[in-house]
Nanobody, 121 residues
Framework: QVQLVESGGGLVQAGGSLRLSCAAS????????MGWYRQAPGKQRELVAT???????NYADSVKGRFTISRDDAKNSIYLQMNGLKPEDTAVYYC???????????????WGQGTQVTVSS
């Protein structure tokens, strides 16, 4: 079992920045792959970024160059630094974890409760 708790969401103007945090507890093996997903109203949940325990990262094309994912295993946490935010980034952001990247990309794993990010124009 893995428990994930997100924080750091909020309201920001376009062009601004936010940093999301996700505190994890539970099985270390089951959080070898971790990442951030988001879901806007009326849309499917979509990948934002993933990071493996070795530090390899993967980003959605829509956030490349603007968002940075990182992890601090000593603090059992991952982070998402979001710069140059756009109104289309508005969504509920979810932290996710799983034993494999393949599983995580297929939405199999553990999920946090989500944190709202709203970007005003």
């Amino acid at each position: 079992q893995v428990q994930l708790v997100e924080s750091g969401g909020g309201l920001v103007q376009a062009g601004g920045s936010l940093r999301l945090s996700c505190a994890a507890s539970g099985s270390i093996f089951s959080r070898n792959a971790m990442g951030w997903y988001r879901q806007a109203p009326g849309k499917q949940r979509e990948l934002v970024a993933t990071i493996l325990s070795g530090g390899i990262t993967n980003y959605a094309d829509s956030v490349k160059g603007r968002f940075t994912i990182s992890r601090d295993d000593a603090k059992n946490s991952i982070y998402l630094q979001m710069n140059g935010l756009k109104p289309e980034d508005t969504a509920v952001y979810y932290c996710a974890a799983g034993p494999t990247l393949e599983g995580l990309l297929n939405l199999r794993g553990y999920w946090g409760q989500g944190t709202q990010v709203t970007v005003s124009s």
